[in-house]
């Protein structure tokens, strides 16, 4: 069972973005070694005759990167909660290529899911908008501080079930928005889906729960505690989906259509992950569809 945590969550994942002013020891840039190690993958798929999505681990071997996965793996789930690799040549693949690189990597990380609810989400970028479109990351643990120091009254209402829309689900369904378990803090945050699954249910938000969700809202979007990326095309960024909560900005995009962003998105579930309370139930993408009868 969950408790409400009164001191403040320290370590690795209490980071805020100013904490890495001249700091990208979260960026881990790929190699020539790396990358001739992506390439022999993708020749070893090539040659086994599959193709994306029904290739297996076996079939796509990293070579040496995989020796640096066991890191990224404690990193997303006991450390910072998120990583960038960066350096990956996507103008040299094709798009069958790349989507076979970002689903490759997956499988050697964790088991993909393609579905949004995940442990962790990963996000390839092969091509950045005209303008705009800047990837804003921020920790759950430093949000859980803010509040806990400035406003303490409002802490046991995350803690209490409220209903999510979830898109995996065919009803709101509840869950805590924080979370504190064998010893790591974990969120669910997603202000839409709550407000939509209040009102499916019939169950109105209070003044109270409102002014909760306001102040959550205010500390998330703190400057200070944030930290903003420009994803650039090769860039591959992973996030702990109960460790850190991520977002971008508007963009205004390219005319021709070859030229707009594009980006590929991955959904992971990690051997590593952490327990989670019983009350605050992971999610594990769609149902499979029924059979036809």
Known sequence: MSLIRMTPITGPAAWRGLDFAGDESWVYRLSAADIDALDQALAAVAHSGQRFPDFSREHFPIGALGAALPAFAEALESGRGFLLLRGLPVARYTDEQLKSVCYGIGLHLGLPYHSDPSDVVGLMCVRKAREGGLSSLVSVASIYNQILLHHPQYLALYYRCWYFAHLCEPQPSLSPIFSFHEGKLSCRYLRQYL????ELRGYPLSKVDIEALDLFDQVMHDPAIRLDMML?????????????????????DHEAPELRRRMLRLWLKMPNARVLAPEFPGRNGFPAPLAAA
């Open 195 to 198: 407000e939509l699954g209040h």
């Open 232 to 252: 650039e095309p090769g860039d591959l960024q992973f996030a702990n989906n109960y460790a850190v909560l991520h977002s971008r900005t508007a963009f205004q």
